[in-house]
């Protein structure tokens, strides 16, 4: 059976299985994984399983004199940029959406003609890009290659078409986007290379590194085989560099260990027309043997067929979890791209034996369930980890103990957290609503003791020594972080302090703690200290209790520095107090008064759709009997304006998912507004029915279905809302409300 008919049965079997009963394509057909791509959405097209350690991407951000597309010339986050056209290799163990750049190494590399090791040579131009869950492929111009990849939860798999001639395939370990160097090779047989990369350094830590060990294995024995290095020239004599290899020296005889800053590994072979060469990839946190083990455990005895077929399959059970009827296809392609980015981070970091380095340690330990890793939590705990809660919550409830074995290990809940090491990016302390929010909805299979326990610690431990709350003396003393620094983004770190004491406040009282809760609560309110009355917004504040001047409360629209805040402006944070909206309204002179300033945000362009804080504001109007309707004007305008199905379709970094889940939570009709409580926010479904399957160890109802009627405007608004079988006159429900009546219905109309 050639290629093209394996491929038409592989695509002919999915959809059967998936589309079968309803009549509809499978939901991984309508992933776009191109959406995200450019405007620094920073998603990539590579193949990737969910929640799986591997991806493989193709790296276009390195080595092109041709632009400016470079690297180390400018600050690229992403392996992979869509507007780009130079590529080098396809890199091994990536991170999606965010905004520093790490890992995307391992850059494996097929090549014809002359060998040539310089990256910055032997790139090329490509076409004909494909991407699909678990499948990228494109055409290499320069050498007349296909290429193809796709992965398994922990391995990788490449297949290269060449033409016919001499053909080689390359392995660099000396280049990546990561920020670290160091790297060795040790060649185990003509088929079959081993090593160790050093990755880490993520958003300034130095001390954030940690080693990714590796295994590569090609399915032909090459003609020839070795390594390059990169050349010094020797003290006292002019450098002479090699007229075939430049720079890099190769050594063809040497066949035992070699280690190095920028090193590399070649295979080289006779192909004929159309030959094709597959390369599999294991890697492991652990060592390298875990590597191999991961490698033969999901690898042996399989082609790339079937790899790639099992990772369809695995797409497509994860979002069938969610159906969507009605709706345009556009809307269906944005609504399970978004699942799909989704469900990329957090993603498990043990080997198939269970073992996964410990949490800033060098002790290796054995998990029974999935340990996970990448805990981007500033962004995350805002959405992502509520849809896991409502839609996966057995990987959620994973995700919890491991964020309570990484206090058992360290002494602290993860910040924001990378292959085992803290690398402290961003402000707050936000595992804490991540986990009330879930115990709240029904999730308790944890130790609960313990974790208020940790939750304490970081709220009452001195700030000095505190990883998650650094300026905790004075937020305990003062009641506020006052400006020390002028970029020490210290309103920011307050408000994030705010929330997260909220939440522990309702823990504790939910607990029988009630004096810790009415401490928290009150801690939680602090936020006033911040209103300045003559600006109308939150103002930094110096230690003397007075505001800092001069004040610009537009300063930071365009990222640049602001003091006190962090990456945006007064009006991205001042009604960033989701937990307090009627004392936030008090302190804004009442409802009209509220309510103008909060229409101003989005008439003025102020509001910033990229930017944690203000994801929630259109939210906000939902809290006034009378003007729900704004909320629901202003999540449509905004899901048509920067949603779309165009490598552009993301506002900005998707920031591990946290995008996607504002777009999957206000397109199916309901949004989490404030992180630690288990309520949101009722807004237009886009689509006219949606199905969630619900997990019953937790959930009374098998599933929740949610149906809109009455117009297809452009914009709708809500008429009429019927939980189960009875009228629902609020435009806020609880997540039990939710969950328990089984199915939401929508009447919607064209007038306000």
């Given at each position: 059976m050639n290629r093209f008919i394996?491929?038409?049965?592989?695509?002919?079997?999915?959809?059967?299985?998936?589309g079968r009963d309803k009549g509809s394509p499978p939901p991984a057909t309508y992933v776009d994984p191109f959406i995200g791509t450019t405007n620094f959405g920073t998603t990539n097209p590579g193949a990737v399983c969910?929640?799986?350690?591997?991806?493989?991407?193709?790296?276009?951000?390195?080595?092109?004199?041709?632009?400016?597309?470079?690297?180390d010339a400018r600050w690229w986050s992403t392996p992979y940029e869509h507007t780009n056209t130079f590529f080098t290799g396809f890199s091994h163990v990536n991170l999606s959406g965010v905004g520093c750049p790490e890992l995307g190494s391992l850059l494996l590399m097929p090549t014809t003609g002359k060998l040539d090791v310089d990256y910055k040579s032997y790139g090329s131009k490509y076409k004909d890009e494909k991407a699909s869950p678990g499948y990228f492929s494109n055409f290499l111009t320069k050498?007349?290659?296909?290429t193809e990849v796709s992965a398994t939860p922990r391995t990788g798999v490449a297949r290269f078409t060449f033409p016919k001639g001499e053909s080689h395939i390359l392995l660099n370990l000396g280049e990546g986007l990561t920020n670290e160097s160091g790297a060795f090779f040790r060649k185990v047989n003509e088929r079959e290379i081993e090593g160790m990369k050093l990755l880490g350094t993520f958003c300034y830590n130095p001390q954030a590194v940690?080693?990714?060990?590796?295994?590569?294995?090609?399915?032909?024995?090459?003609?020839?085989?070795?390594?390059?290095?990169?050349?010094?020239?020797?003290?006292g004599v002019e450098a002479e560099w090699d007229q075939d290899h430049g720079r890099y020296k190769l050594y063809t005889k040497y066949a035992k260990e070699i280690a190095g800053d920028d090193i590399g590994s070649f295979f080289s072979f006779e192909t004929e027309e159309g030959e094709e060469i597959e390369v599999q990839m294991g890697v492991s946190f652990v060592s390298i043997e875990n590597a191999r083990l991961n490698l033969d455990a999901e690898q042996s005895g399989k082609n790339f067929n079937?790899?790639?077929?099992?990772?369809?399959?695995?797409?497509?059970?994860?979002?069938?979890?969610?159906?969507?009827?009605?709706?345009?296809?556009?809307?269906?392609?944005i609504f399970y791209t978004a699942l799909y980015h989704l469900l990329i981070h957090p993603n498990i970091l043990q080997d198939v034996n269970g073992q996964y380095p410990a949490m800033e340690s060098s002790e290796i330990l054995t998990t029974k369930g999935n340990r996970y890793t990448v805990f981007s939590l500033w962004d995350t705990y805002r959405n992502v980890h509520q849809l896991l809660t409502l839609v996966y919550p057995e990987r959620q409830m994973e995700m919890i103990q491991t964020m309570l074995d990484m206090y058992r290990e360290h002494g602290w809940f993860p910040k924001w957290e990378l292959y085992g090491r803290e690398t402290l990016t961003m402000e707050g302390d936000p595992s804490i609503p991540v986990i009330v929010d879930s115990w709240m909805k029904g999730l308790r299979d944890f130790d609960v003791d313990l974790a208020y326990e940790a939750m304490y610690k970081s709220a009452t431990y001195p700030g000095p020594k505190n990883l998650m709350r650094p300026d905790n003396d004075d937020y305990m003393s003062l009641g506020y972080v006052p400006l020390r620094e002028q970029y020490d983004n210290s309103v920011s770190h307050a408000l994030e302090y705010y929330i997260a004491d909220f939440a522990l406040s309702r823990f504790a009282q939910a607990l029988g703690k009630k004096e810790d809760a009415k401490k928290f609560y009150q801690r939680s309110l602090g936020y006033k200290h911040y209103y300045s009355k003559e600006y109308g917004t939150f103002r930094p504040l110096l230690p003397d209790g007075s505001f800092y001047t001069p004040f610009n409360p537009r300063q930071g629209e365009n990222f640049e520095p602001n003091p006190g805040f962090h990456e945006g402006s007064a009006w991205n944070y001042t009604f960033y107090v989701p937990h307090d909206i009627p004392g936030l309204t008090k302190l804004m002179g009442g409802r009209k008064n509220f309510l103008h300033k909060l229409q101003m945000v989005f008439d003025e362009g102020l509001y910033d759709p990229a930017n944690e804080p203000d994801i929630a504001y259109p939210h906000l109007f939902s809290y006034f009997s009378g003007e729900e309707w704004r909320t629901q004007y202003q999540v449509q305008r905004l899901l048509k304006?920067?949603?779309?199905?165009?490598p552009d379709g993301i506002p900005g970094n998707d920031d591990t998912g946290t995008m996607s889940g504002w777009a999957i939570f206000n397109m199916m009709g309901?949004?989490?507004?404030?992180?630690?409580?288990?309520?949101?926010?009722?807004?237009?479904?886009?689509?006219?029915?949606?199905?969630?399957?619900l997990n019953p160890k937790w959930y009374k109802q098998t599933e929740l279905v949610i149906e809109a009627t009455g117009t297809d405007a452009d914009i709708r608004y809500i008429q009429?809302?019927?939980?189960?079988?009875?009228?629902?006159?609020?435009?806020?429900?609880?997540?039990?409300?939710?969950?328990?009546?089984?199915?939401?219905?929508?009447?919607?109309?064209?007038?306000?």
């Open positions: 394996l491929t038409c049965t592989l695509v002919f079997l999915t959809l059967l299985t998936y969910p929640q799986g350690m591997m991806s493989v991407v193709p790296f276009n951000v390195m080595g092109s004199d041709e632009n400016n597309y470079d690297k050498y007349n290659v296909k940690f080693p990714i060990y590796f295994v590569m294995r090609v399915n032909k024995t090459p003609k020839q085989s070795g390594y390059w290095k990169k050349q010094r020239p020797m003290y079937r790899v790639y077929e099992e990772a369809v399959d695995r797409w497509n059970k994860d979002l069938s979890r969610i159906t969507v009827e009605g709706g345009t296809e556009d809307q269906k392609k304006k920067y949603f779309t199905t165009k309901f949004y989490p507004d404030c992180p630690g409580l288990p309520e949101y926010t009722l807004t237009s479904p886009v689509f006219d029915k949606i199905t969630i399957q009429d809302i019927q939980l189960g079988d009875k009228p629902y006159k609020k435009f806020r429900i609880t997540h039990d409300e939710l969950v328990n009546a089984g199915k939401i219905s929508f009447g919607l109309t064209d007038k306000k």
